[in-house]
């Protein structure tokens, strides 16, 4: 078995990110995890196998990982280059947490691209597993460009020549509203638990967009309170590779009504 199985689970997600990063990111690819091969009747086992799709060919990528105490050492790259010249690979990759200054220079010589791995004992990442709805919506003011006028949910409104009962558009503008007030800093602070959280949202209107009673309505002000509620998942490791991307592992979670993860994977700094 290679060295570096964590590493290998927390690589494969960001394999399309560092290839998109680059002059090949837009095209197509294939990846495969503890691929092994057989070049001349040889085989070889490579952690992450990536295999362009062209109509003129497919082209191979080769992704190692070590994840070690000790930096890795240039007989590593060495094997690696090796591979990668049996295999007739376009790019090889090593993923590490240390390499040695022997190690850098031979990979320079063999063209192998290293990818420095820091694995946080406590990721930077704050993860919220978060649901909320709408509880209510009220209006507090509709304003037409004569001034203030009287309307209910049941109003009857014409908005974008459709005609349709006040309540139905009310609730369009309180999920918007409540979709950017989930995202404010701090409602995305709260711990884990279930909240009850004020949302108060104006909305302004381009003229003739929305009818009441033959008036213009420029603006609508509405109180729409959510109910918020957020969890924490347990990390099990996270890297940051190549101090571009970070992958975190977690404890399986829900993230929709049949839909769970264990992991995530966003850019970095």
Known sequence: MLDGKELEEAVAPLVTAILAGSELGTRQFRIEM???????????????YVTELSPGGDLIYLFE???????????????????AEAIGAKRSFLVALKFSK??????????????????????????????WYVRSVTIREVVADSGPITATITTPVVFGAVQMPFSKLLTEFAKKSAARRVLQPDVMALPPGAHDVA??????????????NGKRIVSVSIESPICFSTGMPTIRYGYDVAAKHIVVKYERFRVGEDQWADTITVSGP
Do not use: W, Y
Request: aromatic share 2%.
């Open 199 to 212: 949302c108060f949202s104006k909305i302004d209107l381009p003229a003739e967009t929305l009818m009441i």
């Open 102 to 131: 022997p190690a850098r220079a031979q990979a320079k010589l063999d063209g192998i691209v290293l990818l420095d791995a820091l694995k946080h004992r406590i990721s930077p990442m704050l993860l919220q597993v978060f649901d």
């Open 65 to 83: 990982c070590k994840n070690t105490k000790k930096p890795v050492d240039k007989n590593t790259v060495m094997i690696l280059s090796k591979k």
């Open 34 to 48: 503890n691929k092994t091969v057989k070049p001349q009747g040889v085989p070889h086992e490579i952690d992450v």
